[in-house]
């Protein structure tokens, strides 16, 4: 194992008056200085930084909730990576800040520039430390909340184990507060249906519930990267999960054998900037499930929804409405459109740039 990502909760650093947990913090920073000694690369994807600031000032009048998350950010922010700075330091490890927005994920350029500024940090031995930019992000802009984001970055940067963080022990099978619950150990994809016992009710200071971690850490490992839900308040959780201790209660989800192209991985989470839709015949969608290689072809497609660029991302659509994928289009929205049904055409959206959900 050479690569990890690190997601670290909102509520693994604060406490609950909502004031930085430095205790934590210093026993997180002890672990991950102790695995960078051992030769791993690692990047974390830290929360808490409207927790931070939030407990630093003190607002004369009512903010609306934009507002209020952009000032208390921009002064926790600068709290968070400083004691991040001075706790690596004394392990005489460099660590380095990166803020990032949804937006640049939306292009392959922005998105290969934040790929290359990450891998410069970790060639140079330097801790990069994520976290995004909630002082320009706002509502439609924002991610779900940083799991989403660690997954991003855990694909982007081809990292072997995803680790999220929480408060709690993994995925239970109920609730936890109700006799016989106990935390599911694996998820294997196609097995059962999580969404049917997690709860769904969100942390104190994070924006994410559950299910939401869930969801992500199943697309990422479709992806075939491990990821571990775990209990970031109980001691040396970091170095006990990754020295193999079979003692330790976490959800792990199984990661896919196979392997998927690092566009696909691109693709897989630019759902949220598609552009528009692309619906598909019973056929066309029929020989997207088959095992070998398809592409969408414009002779199997029945309406074109959305005004888009050529190579802007696009949903695909069954015939019963069902988003079955997303995908990178070879054509603008008005060709498509004038094209639907056409034979002997190059691909709409070819099977290198297509991800089938």
Avoid at 199 to 216: A, D, E, H, V
Avoid at 313 to 335: F, L, M, P, W
Wanted: aromatic share 6%; net charge neutral; with cysteine.
């Amino acid at each position: 194992m050479k690569r990890i990502a690190i997601k670290i909760g909102s509520n693994v650093l604060t406490r609950l008056d909502g004031t930085l947990d430095i205790t934590r913090m210093s026993a997180i920073v002890d672990q991950v200085a102790e695995l960078h000694k051992r030769g791993l690369e690692i990047i974390l994807i830290s929360s808490g930084a409207v927790a931070s600031g939030r407990s630093e000032i003190k607002v004369e009048k009512k903010l609306d909730p934009v507002s209020a998350r952009q000032l208390f950010s921009a002064v926790g922010q600068a709290k968070l990576i400083n004691r991040y700075y001075e706790l690596f330091r004394e392990h005489h490890i460099v660590c380095g800040q990166v803020l990032t927005t949804k937006e640049n994920f939306s292009s392959r350029t922005h998105y290969l520039n934040q790929k290359r500024c990450m891998e410069v940090m970790l060639e140079n031995k330097v801790i990069p430390i994520v976290n995004e930019n909630d002082t320009i992000s706002v509502t439609e802009l924002m991610f779900t909340d940083n799991d989403e984001l660690s997954g991003l970055i855990a694909t982007m940067m081809g990292m072997e184990v995803l680790i999220i963080l929480s408060n709690v022990d993994g995925i239970y099978n109920g609730n936890p507060s109700e006799p016989g619950v106990c935390v599911v150990p694996e998820i294997i994809k196609g097995a059962e249906n999580f969404s049917d016992y997690v709860q769904t009710t969100k942390s104190s200071f994070g924006r994410g519930g559950m299910l939401t971690k869930c969801n992500i850490a199943q697309k990422v490992a479709d992806e075939g990267i491990l990821v571990i839900i775990a209990n970031g308040k109980k001691e040396n959780i970091l170095l006990q999960l990754l020295d193999g201790n079979s003692l330790v209660v976490c959800t792990r989800f199984k990661p896919s054998p196979k392997p998927v192209s690092n566009v696909k991985k691109w693709i897989a989470h630019s759902e949220g900037f598609a552009k528009g839709e692309v619906h598909i015949n019973k056929g066309a969608a029929q020989a997207l499930k088959e095992p070998r290689a398809t592409s969408i072809l414009l002779v199997g497609v029945t309406r074109i929804a959305g005004d888009f660029e050529k190579d802007d991302i696009v949903r695909i659509i069954d015939e019963k409405g069902k988003q079955i994928g997303v995908g990178c289009t070879a054509y603008n929205s008005e060709e498509a459109t004038q094209l639907i049904g056409q034979k002997d055409m190059k691909p709409l959206v070819h099977y290198d740039f297509l991800y089938i959900e």
